[in-house]
C-alpha cells in the first residue's frame, strides 16, 4: 500500500474526520486505503484536460481529494443509511464531487497555492462532426446492414429548403 499520497493526508483527513464523528482507532493505513481510492477517481476523471501528475497538488484537489477520501471512510466506518440521511455532512461531500465535476467539465479551472492558472492539455483534442448525433450510415463489419437515420434525412431536406 503506497504511504505517499499525492492530493491529501492523512493528518488532513483525520482533522476532518474529527469535525464531523468523534476520532477512532483507525489504523493511518486503512485511511491512506480511502485516501488512494479517492486520488485514483480524481486523477482518472482530469486526466483528460490536464497532464499528471502536477508537479504540486493543486489546492482545491487537496480539499476535494479530503472530502471525498474522508466520505469513503464514513460510509464504510460511521454513517449507516439512516444516520447519512440526519447528517448534513454528506450534503458537503457531495459538492466536491460536484466541483470535481466542473473542473472535469473545464468549466473550473486549477489554480496552484500561488495563484497561477494551471494550463490544460494541449496534446489532445476531440474530434467532433456535424453527424455526430444521427446513427451511423455505415458500419464496419457488414456493408448489407447500412440505415440511414430518418432525422438526418429530415434534416438535410430543411437544410435545402431553407436554402431555396
Known sequence: ????????????????????????S???ADL??????????INARVANLYTLPFAAAPPLLETIATEIAVQKYLE????TSERRND?????TFDRAWKTLDKIM??????????GGIIPVRTDEAEVWSNTKTYIPTFGE???????????KLDDLADDRDSAR
Request: net charge negative.
Open 1 to 24: 500500500m503506497p504511504t505517499s499520497l499525492s492530493f491529501t493526508t492523512v493528518s488532513l483527513m483525520m482533522q476532518t474526520i474529527s469535525i464531523v464523528a468523534s476520532r477512532t
Open 26 to 28: 483507525t489504523p493511518s
Open 32 to 41: 491512506c486505503a480511502f485516501a488512494v481510492r479517492a486520488e485514483s477517481e
Open 76 to 79: 464504510h466506518r460511521v454513517f
Open 87 to 91: 447528517s448534513e455532512w454528506p450534503k
Open 105 to 114: 467539465k473545464g468549466e473550473m479551472p486549477l489554480v496552484t497555492s500561488s
Open 141 to 151: 463489419d457488414d456493408p448489407s446492414q447500412q440505415f440511414v437515420d430518418d432525422n
